[in-house]
């Protein structure tokens, strides 16, 4: 459908008054060798708005690092579209009908972050 190749309306971001198309920054990714399956969602950021983020689930003997997929989106799209953060996972969480639960997943990083802040005090 339209839908796969654009993106859904609804799951884009908005960054410093920036849309971001996360399906982009998806596509972008999926190019690079080792990449099997990646969702970026956004983390809400006061002051900000939803900084993005992808979950990404990498070959099991790719040898790639969060900073070198962060450099390597850096490099292609404009400073507002950058990825700002990457989360190796080993699945995606599905819905029963196959569909990546993308609210799961920004649910998972509120947490995640809850979690640090906690830990830092």
């Known amino acids: 459908s339209i839908f796969d190749m654009v993106g859904k309306p609804e799951d884009a971001l908005l960054y410093k008054g920036y849309t971001v198309d996360p399906h982009e920054l998806e596509q972008l990714l999926l190019?690079?060798?080792?990449?099997?399956?990646v969702v970026v969602v956004g983390r809400s950021v006061p002051g900000v708005g939803e900084m993005p983020v992808a979950f990404v689930v990498a070959e099991t003997t790719a040898r790639i690092t969060a900073a070198e997929?962060?450099?390597?989106?850096?490099?292609?799209?404009?400073p507002y579209k950058k990825v700002r953060e990457?989360?190796?996972?080993?699945?995606?969480?599905?819905?029963?009908?196959?569909?990546?639960?993308?609210?799961a997943l920004r649910d998972r990083?509120?947490?995640?972050h809850a979690e640090q802040r906690t830990e830092k005090r």
């Open 31 to 37: 190019s690079r060798q080792g990449i099997l399956e």
């Open 69 to 78: 997929l962060i450099e390597f989106v850096a490099a292609t799209v404009p």
């Open 86 to 103: 990457v989360v190796f996972v080993d699945e995606l969480p599905l819905s029963p009908r196959g569909a990546v639960l993308r609210s």
């Open 109 to 112: 990083l509120n947490d995640v």
